[in-house]
């Protein structure tokens, strides 16, 4: 006989769904982007010559600066535009950067944009079902809660009944 789930099993199930869309909505932005280079890397990452290796590790280094630059700005929550302004103007300049450094790349700007696209039709479509689940976890927390204190709510009552009909017996000698 199958048991029935009570409504924290149904919480945490829900909240497990969310937490995977969610994953899974920013792993589809960037996955068609990831296989497209993985089939063609030895195309854009000519690593044979010299001269191909210096442009790899410079474009490396440059996307580790604009990684380190938007992990300070997101996590010091920088909101001041002459600020953002300089990060941006960073931005920038490192993507002029690898644009010229990886040149290869840019040979196949159609593909890549289609991989962009599918990406991020991907992660719209895992974002809607991630929302999805989030309603419906929040329904089943209020519900929970609602249900709970309803529950000790005719408790209390049950309990001032009882203590009414325990003071109202009168004893007669």
């Not at 103007?89 to 450094?101: D, H, K, P, Q, R």
């Not at 809607?128 to 309603?135: A, D, E, F, G, H």
Request: hydrophobic share 40%; with cysteine; aromatic share 12%.
């Amino acid at each position: 006989m199958k048991k029935e789930r009570t409504n924290d099993e149904w919480i945490k199930h829900y909240r497990w769904q969310y937490y995977l869309s969610k994953m899974f909505s920013y792993i589809g932005l960037i996955l068609p982007c990831l296989i497209l280079v993985a089939c063609n890397f030895n195309k854009y990452f000519p690593l044979d010559t010299e001269k191909g290796k210096t442009n790899f590790s410079i474009s490396i280094i440059l996307l580790a600066i604009c990684l380190g630059l938007a992990i300070v700005q997101v996590a010091k929550k920088i909101e001041d535009k002459k600020i953002i302004l300089f990060f941006n103007s960073l931005y920038w300049f490192a993507g002029a950067g690898i644009t010229y450094l990886l040149t290869n790349i840019f040979q196949d700007i159609t593909i890549i944009c289609a991989c962009l696209g599918a990406g991020m039709l991907i992660c719209a479509t895992l974002n809607v079902l991630s929302q999805n689940r989030k309603s419906w976890l929040e329904d089943y927390k209020s519900g929970t809660a609602s249900a709970r204190t309803m529950r000790n709510e005719m408790r209390g009552l049950k309990k001032e009944k009882k203590t009414k009909e325990d003071t109202n017996i009168e004893v007669v000698d």
